[in-house]
């Protein structure tokens, strides 16, 4: 895969930020680079931070980990989707109500670790068998369009928005 350019009509503008994020390299090496990067991003949190919230109600970096993992899930699901079917809808999803469902907090960061590398892996494995003609397959989810290759960066640029800002606010 190679650096792409995304067409405005393969995403919702709610993305774009995630999105120019990662556009920067070919789509594989995003992920590949990114799962690294992560990994020893959230590794490097001391143990006195990781349930840290620097204010009421905000999410605690272990459950930003526990977010990126299930917003993965989602989009690389939305991907699957949109790779093998036609006239695909996919209903959003309440990130805030599956962050308070999570118990990412009763769990070691190591253990969110263990999970986010495997779930990181088998996204790799997943991207790797669509063909171009296939990373360009649409359907709509949360009502919008959404392109199989753009799901996969938001994937890589929604991981770095949130590393950029538990780097601000929490460390």
């Given amino acids: 895969m190679e650096i792409v350019q995304l067409s405005n009509n393969e995403f919702h503008t709610y993305y774009k930020g995630y999105i120019e994020r990662a556009l920067n390299k070919p789509l594989l090496q995003g992920l590949a680079e990114g799962m690294l990067e992560t990994h020893e991003f959230f590794d490097a949190i001391p ?7 620097y204010k009421e109600g905000k999410w605690t970096p272990k459950e930003i980990l ?7 899930r989602v989009f690389a699901y939305r991907a699957l989707q949109f790779a093998r079917a036609k006239n695909v809808e996919i209903r959003g999803f309440d990130q805030d109500e599956f962050v ?23 996204q790799i494995i ?10 360009q397959h649409t359907g709509i989810a949360s009502n919008s369009p959404l392109s199989v290759r753009a ?21």
């Avoid at 308070?100 to 088998?122: F, G, I, K, P």
């Fill in 47 to 53: 143990e006195a931070k990781q349930e840290y919230r």
């Fill in 66 to 72: 526990l977010h990126l993992i299930d917003t993965e």
């Fill in 100 to 122: 308070e469902n999570s118990n990412a907090n009763e769990r070691t960061m190591q253990h969110l670790l263990e999970e986010y590398l495997a779930v990181r892996t088998a």
């Fill in 126 to 135: 997943l991207f790797s068998s669509f063909s171009e003609q296939t990373l």
């Fill in 151 to 171: 799901a996969g960066y938001i994937i890589c640029g929604h991981e770095k928005h949130h590393i950029a800002i538990v780097n601000e606010r929490y460390l």
